[in-house]
């Protein structure tokens, strides 16, 4: 069966620290790959995807960056971490060609202080 | 990507059936709707999907009408653990295609 992977589950960063979250899934092979961040109390928001190694689709400018180095590795990066990028991340898969059935990880609470 | 709107919360109690409607004019021939349950601080997950008329598994059914401009979300005698925030999305999931959640419904089962 497949899982998906994601660390940590909490983090508290200064401002202007660097950040990585990875995400990595099991049982599966050449998924589409997604970054999703969730303000309290609000919807989701696509931040990145992926259909392929190398290939990085954002949706929105903004301070972060995403990388696919291997098949079933997903990260998200910044170099300095603003206070907005506060917020709940969620990294996601899906099955190449069939319709909207994504499956998220658990998550990561970032606090930026 | 068809735009969809739900209501942003609704109330219900134990033991009733829950009906949450989803509106989506500009659904495209090649849609399809599914539906996802998110609980706090958790990742949303996948409930049911559908294109057409009724479609039912062990959690809920989809019903959507003929001209697929609108689809309903029912939760069959729900509890106090259906508690949470449930998504509508449209698209035909085309390779390379990207999800876009909305706001969502927050429903609130009380005893």
């Known amino acids: 069966s497949q899982t998906i992977h994601q660390w940590p589950a909490t983090l508290v960063q200064p401002v202007g620290s660097p950040l990585s979250l990875e995400c990595t899934v099991e049982g599966t092979s050449n998924p589409n790959l997604y970054w999703y961040r969730q303000a309290a109390g609000r919807g989701l928001q696509l931040l990145f995807y992926?259909?392929?190694?190398?290939?990085i689709s954002s949706e929105v400018p903004q301070n972060l960056s995403a990388s696919r180095p291997q098949d079933r590795q997903f990260i998200l990066s910044s170099k300095k971490l603003l206070l907005s990028d506060s917020g709940f991340y969620l990294c996601a898969w899906s099955v190449q060609g069939i319709n909207e059935k994504l499956f998220f990880g658990s998550g990561t609470q970032l606090s930026v202080l | 990507l068809a735009k969809t709107t739900q209501p942003i919360s609704m109330d219900s109690y134990e033991g009733q059936e829950v009906n949450i409607t989803c509106s989506h004019n500009?659904?495209?021939?090649?849609?399809?709707i599914t539906w996802y349950q998110q609980f706090p601080s958790q990742g949303p997950r996948f409930i049911i999907q559908?294109?057409?008329t009724k479609v039912t598994n062990e959690v809920a059914s989809l019903f959507i009408p003929a001209d697929r401009k609108s689809s309903t979300l029912s939760l069959p005698r729900v509890s106090l653990s259906d508690t949470a925030v449930y998504y509508c999305?449209?698209?035909?999931?085309?390779?390379?295609?990207?999800?876009?959640f909305g706001a969502g419904t927050r429903l609130f089962v009380k005893a």
């Open positions: 999305l449209v698209g035909d999931g085309a390779g390379g295609f990207k999800t876009i």
């Open positions: 559908g294109y057409k």
């Open positions: 992926s259909v392929g190694i190398g290939q």
């Open positions: 500009n659904i495209a021939t090649n849609d399809y």
